[in-house]
């Protein structure tokens, strides 16, 4: 006996969503010809609570700094950023070379001592977007 071939069936949908624990920053930093343009989310989770904060720390200070980036911890991000603008304000960088020695020099402490002790090791990984205009740069008024 001949059967007819049977009908083609849809796949099955599927009712899964996005995993609901995945925290994350949107952060963007663009370099234009008159400067640089950052940009950022303002919202930040810890367990069920949400808050609007200002990702984007600024220096009022020589030389100008802007920091931006993503961390699971927001108390790590704030202790890195408020380590990098005190030793700026310390010891101004002159150029790109010292800039990169000094953001080198304070994150590789802060891993070495203050997070090492942290119990999630897995909450310690950042990612920053760093913009400082060194001092050689920077125009006499």
């Not at 049977?6 to 952060?27: C, D, E, Q, V, Y």
């Not at 990984?125 to 060194?134: I, Q, T």
Request: hydrophobic residues 40%; glycine residues 8%.
């Amino acid at each position: 006996m001949i059967r007819p071939f049977p009908k083609p069936r849809p796949f099955p949908r599927s009712n899964l969503r996005l995993p609901t624990g995945k925290r994350m920053t949107i952060a963007i930093g663009m370099r234009c010809a008159g400067g640089i343009v950052f940009g950022a989310d303002t919202e930040e989770c810890l367990g069920d609570m949400r808050r609007r904060v200002h990702k984007i720390p600024t220096g009022d200070f020589v030389p100008a700094t802007m920091i931006t980036g993503a961390c699971l911890n927001g108390h790590l991000m704030d202790t890195a950023v408020e380590r990098i603008f005190d030793r700026l304000q310390k010891s101004p960088a002159k150029n790109s070379e010292a800039i990169g020695a000094l953001l080198d020099n304070v994150m590789v402490g802060l891993y070495r001592r203050e997070f090492k002790a942290y119990p999630d090791q897995e909450s310690t990984e950042m990612k920053l977007l760093v913009a400082v205009k060194p001092t050689e740069c920077i125009a006499p008024r």
